[in-house]
């Protein structure tokens, strides 16, 4: 998820390089959505190499607001209109 990539890049000295695949999509995504700062390949390029310049302040404001992991263990993401959180169903 590009979330967990953010929570890896906020400890992580920066300006830091990053080769693969996934991580360089998962980067579009954060970049997209105005958390870090990145120069990251053009599709097709033969470049397959990114670079996190910065975590940007909507960035540290995204990870500031994320619910940790263990306590969302069991319940689904989407709320109820009341607040509420359903129980994620496993089966």
């Known amino acids: 998820m590009p979330m967990e990539l953010l929570r ?14 996934r991580d360089i999509d998962r ?5 997209a959505a105005g958390y870090i700062a990145a120069m990251l390949p053009v599709p097709g390029s033969p470049s397959r190499l990114g670079r996190v ?4 302040s909507e960035g540290r404001e995204a990870l500031s607001r994320e619910v940790p ?7 689904s993401q989407e ?4 607040n509420e959180r359903e129980p994620a169903q496993t089966t």
């Open 27 to 31: 980067l579009r995504v954060l970049r």
């Open 69 to 75: 992991d263990s306590a969302a263990v069991g319940f």
């Open 8 to 21: 890896e890049l906020a400890s992580t000295p920066l300006p830091c390089t990053l080769g693969d695949e």
């Open 79 to 82: 709320a109820d209109g009341l």
């Open 53 to 56: 310049l910065a975590i940007t």
